[in-house]
């Protein structure tokens, strides 16, 4: 960890430090936790950094990476059932239980990550929150920055240049498998194709699929570049993902681990995004190093078009009214 890191890890543990102390007990509790993501994920290794030290005054944790534990996607039916504590959710996932969850997870809505936070915390939240608290059994922690989101194909620029939508015609774009992922997927102009995350990568090497949108930190943690030729930077998600937690568990904790859980949520949401933006910021020339041509396409065709396939559509009807204009007033 560098220096400048090392400050911002310790600063962020000052508030946890004034927790009153809960000493660990006989009846000491478990956290487990599933996530699609791999060890060296930077929201895998916030939650080993930062969350689970915070906590382990009075709860171990079990962490099952790379879906190991749970498919990805049947993590928040795990913990609405009961066997799971805690997850890191997308709200596309929330929006297979409840489709008004599908605005967050609208191409070209949030602004960045500062734009994010001040969502999550904004009162606009509120029902959305108690909604998954109340008919889920899920409370929705802290908001964690995953980064934008770009195109990346196995073709070349001289085979495919990627402009506007237009030019995406025709390409199988791996997308997760919900509504709303194959919803925007098919919005870029491509042809959404469902597909695991754990099963990308070959999909890619095998040229079952084109390509897949993710943001550069996760290409190079889940090596997509070795088998992919280009990367368009439509930027057309500031993705997100929720700090899933199991309501029941909740309830049973005592006011001081309640605080606690949620600070170390807080903590390892804010490092987890200092480091994902300092991993964004300085990515791209390794990428390009390892053969891979990266550009920028015409962002305001892509904006504009976009966001006219949500105009009308069934996905915006879901969304309570006056909400999107609320994000937007918290934007820059």
Do not use: C
């Not at 498998?177 to 997927?185: S, V």
């Not at 997509?224 to 904790?253: C, G, M, P, R």
Request: zero cysteines.
């Amino acid at each position: 960890m560098t220096s400048k890191f090392r400050k911002i890890f310790l600063s962020l543990f000052i508030s946890l430090s004034l927790i009153p102390a809960t000493f660990l007990s006989a009846n000491a509790l478990t956290f487990t936790m599933a996530t699609s993501g791999s060890e060296t994920d930077m929201r895998s290794v916030a939650i080993v950094d930062v969350f689970q030290p915070a906590v382990s005054g009075f709860a171990d944790m079990q962490i099952g990476y790379n879906a190991t534990m749970f498919d990805q996607g049947t993590e928040l039916d795990a913990i609405s059932r009961g066997n799971l504590t805690m997850s890191i959710a997308s709200a596309q996932e929330l929006a297979q239980f409840f489709p008004e969850f599908s605005i967050f997870a609208t191409g070209y809505v949030h602004q960045d990550a500062a734009h994010q936070v001040r969502v999550f915390n904004d009162p606009l939240m509120d029902p959305f929150k108690k909604k998954a608290e109340d008919e889920l059994g899920v409370k929705l922690l802290s908001v964690m920055y995953l980064g934008k989101r770009h195109v990346n194909l196995r073709q070349t620029k001289d085979e495919l240049t990627v402009n506007t939508p237009a030019d995406l015609a025709g390409v199988n774009l791996r997308m997760p498998g919900t509504d709303a992922w194959q919803f925007l997927g098919n919005a870029l102009g491509a042809s959404a194709t469902p597909l695991a995350f754990n099963e990308v990568y070959q999909a890619l090497a095998t040229g079952a699929v084109d390509g897949q949108d993710n943001p550069l930190p996760t290409v190079v943690d889940k090596k997509f570049y070795e088998v992919t030729k280009q990367i368009a930077l439509t930027s057309h998600l500031v993705d997100l993902n929720y700090i899933a937690f199991s309501k029941a568990t909740w309830d049973s904790l005592s006011p001081d681990q309640q605080m606690t859980v949620q600070r170390a949520a807080d903590a390892a949401a804010a490092y987890g995004r200092l480091k994902q933006l300092d991993k964004e910021n300085n990515l791209a020339d390794f990428i390009r190093s390892q053969g891979v041509e990266i550009y920028t396409p015409d962002l305001e065709a892509f904006r504009t078009h976009v966001q006219k396939q949500y105009e009308g559509s069934e996905v915006a009807a879901t969304w309570p009214e006056g909400v999107l204009d609320k994000i937007n007033s918290l934007g820059n």
